[in-house]
């Protein structure tokens, strides 16, 4: 029996699986992702190759989440437990070899000012001028990202962005039925702690509408207008 069927039966002793399943490793999923597919009667779930290696029990977990996921129940099982606490303990075992210097400044300042410097570095990185996904806390591979859009915006935003992301990767998250919770209410309530938080709100709302207009206001232009 192979790990879906496994993970499968524990969540639904009483229900035959009647799809054909197919487990796959490779490098092409970032560090500890998976992803699950249903296409007709074909059950298909990828895993990132450091998942090859891993207690099959922890495996189980992962794939049950998946299965909870795609099938919309409601579930809460000794493996999910196994599962989460994996997840919890990764950034201690990933290796901090992705830090952009400006943005391990702003670490600096804020785990001084609001966590007592009792926070380990993770990776910090800047990714995409993205006005929806502002900043980024990756479980899986224990890294922060910043939209580039506030590379030039002043350190008070920087610090509150690194804030709200670290406040993550302090509070972690709460599983419940199989579904993860990251914004709980300790969390919203230690972000409302920080000074000036919806003036800071405002003026990020600020530079995402003043940089959308700016693209909007570009002239596109044709390869034969340099030979005018």
Known sequence: MDLIQQ??????????LNYITKLEYNLRLNDFNANIKL????????????????????????IQTLL??????????????LYNNFIRNIPILTKKNNIDPYLEQSFHRVNQQFFQNELEKPNLAWGQASFHKLAHYNFHNDTITVSTIFQKSSLPILDFLMYHELLHKHHQFRNHNGRNSFHTSQFRQDENLYPNKQQIEQEINDIIHLQKRSLRTIKPFSVWDFFK
């Open 7 to 16: 993970s499968f039966q524990r969540l639904y002793p009483n229900k035959p």
């Open 39 to 62: 296409y007709k009667n074909i059950l298909s779930i990828n895993l990132n190759l450091q998942w090859k290696d891993i207690d099959d029990e922890i495996k189980i977990g992962l």
């Open 68 to 81: 909870i996921k795609i099938f919309k129940h409601k579930f809460h099982t000794h493996n999910i437990d």
